[in-house]
């Protein structure tokens, strides 16, 4: 009896140790899984923020490769407005000579009436000398839309075959009226005044206020807009 008590009471032990063991080996299991676990985790995490970052900066070159694009559009059309202006300031000068070479070039077409344009011209704005332009408010009005000519004085074009073309749209929209004039060379023989009795005229120029419109005429998205004073 007292044999088979301390065999049983050795089973006993052996079985306890045995699962203490084990109990050991599941710990030593479980925590390189837990550890595992974190690391997939932290990954993601990790994988996460870098794809944020990867995606910042693809948008940021994205943009700033459409507002490059953006701007150069628009400096195209401002140049085409320049242009614009340019001519515009030569017909002033020329008072619309039937002389002037570039007319049939650049595609030259006036909208309004030989009246209404001699009066922008010569005559200070008001409702009773703009009479031959219309309505007053259209004809000193600074908006300019191109699918409406009752906006616009004059219209050219700009570019040629296989580049965009440009069409400019101008209007003036002021006048103050001065006393000046296109230059006709030696009205007398010398460069001085003949006598000591002359008065020299004091030179009042005239002021034109002028609105130009440049614009692609394939997308009208890509156009400036210019407010100008010539003096003549």
């Known amino acids: 009896m007292k044999r088979y008590k301390m065999q049983n009471t050795r089973c006993r032990i052996q079985v306890k140790r045995f699962i203490n063991h084990e109990a050991w080996i599941m710990h030593q299991i479980s ?30 070159i994205t943009s700033t490769t459409q507002i490059s694009g953006m701007q150069k559009r628009y400096k195209t059309a401002l140049e085409a407005g320049m242009g614009g202006a340019d001519v515009t300031f030569r017909i002033l000068a020329l008072r619309e000579d ?62 040629s075959a296989g580049y965009p073309t440009y069409r400019g749209y101008a209007k003036i929209v002021d006048t103050v009226e001065g006393n000046s004039g296109g230059d006709e060379g030696l009205l007398k023989h010398g460069v001085v005044s003949s006598g000591s009795g002359e008065i020299t005229v004091m030179s009042i120029p005239y002021l034109y206020t002028i609105e130009v419109n440049a614009e692609n005429r394939d997308n009208p998205s890509e156009r400036a807009k210019l407010s100008v004073l010539y003096q003549y």
């Open 98 to 159: 039937p002389e002037l070479v570039m007319r049939t070039a650049i595609g030259y077409n006036r909208t309004i009436s030989d009246a209404c344009f001699a009066a922008k011209l010569n005559s200070t704005t008001s409702a009773t000398n703009w009479v031959a332009c219309g309505t007053y408010a259209n004809a000193t009005a600074m908006v300019i839309d191109p699918a409406d000519t009752t906006t616009y004085d004059f219209r050219f074009d700009f570019g």
């Open 31 to 60: 925590g390189p899984l837990n550890q595992k676990g974190i690391a997939l985790v932290m990954v993601l995490i990790l994988s996460a923020i870098v794809l944020a970052i990867i995606s910042g900066l693809i948008y940021m």
